[in-house]
């Protein structure tokens, strides 16, 4: 039996069987119960090979294979739970944008930052930068996604202007810095790698950086700024 067999037979004792202790009963007969007369001694014989109608488990191999079919579960499960976009039928350039970066997003292979501008509940304009790895993991992106709900930048987001209030906010995140009072404007200190991501459109934005406007149906003006993190050698 070569390893790729023996792993698909192991495979499905493991799947067949919720204990090692239930696998080892599964080859005890009638028999040796009636000779032994003892049921912890006929399944020590079933684990050493001397006894059982089926192929010897090793009890580390069964509960090392009963632990990694489990993780795989939970992983393949997670990942599902997860990744919110996934599956729906995404019509607007926008929603397919941010879609696209969700995975990236959530495990940090990149950080994106959003900017919207467009015209709240109660019809004032208001604009802003949203962290949206930060936003992912504090807030179900289901109602995006499913075009319930706009996604609008907030006063707890990166920054925010109402532009009839006039009233701005800026807020650092935890994978954000910001840098209000530059001279050259609005800057982003990402904490990981100390980069600096300038959203001015007339610069570029930055080591590992890159802008994208975004032509779509649901906003005045969106931009996604995506960073990917510099990894430490």
Known sequence: MDQEEGLTSLDNIVTQFSTYEDF??????????????????????????????????????????????????????????TLTSAGKDLQDSFLKAIALREE??????????????????????????????????????????????????????????????QIATWNSSPNYQVIPDNPEGLLFKYKRDRKILNVDPKVPPGDNSTRMPIHTKLYMQAVIFDHVPRRKT
């Open 104 to 165: 990236d997003n959530r495990s940090g292979k990149v950080s994106s930052l959003i900017f919207i501008r467009d015209r709240n509940a109660h019809g004032q304009e208001v604009s802003g930068y949203i962290d949206y790895a930060h936003r992912l993991k504090i807030e179900d992106f289901e109602v995006y996604f499913s075009g319930k709900k706009r996604l609008l930048p907030r006063p707890t987001d990166l920054s925010f202007y109402n532009w009839d209030s």
């Open 24 to 81: 080892l009963d599964s080859q005890i007969t009638t028999v040796d119960l009636y000779y032994l007369e003892d049921e912890s001694l006929a399944r020590q014989l079933v684990e050493l090979g001397y006894r059982g109608t089926g192929e010897v488990v090793k009890r580390e191999d069964f509960e090392a294979r009963k632990a990694a079919i489990e993780i795989a579960r939970l992983a393949e499960r997670t990942q599902k739970k």
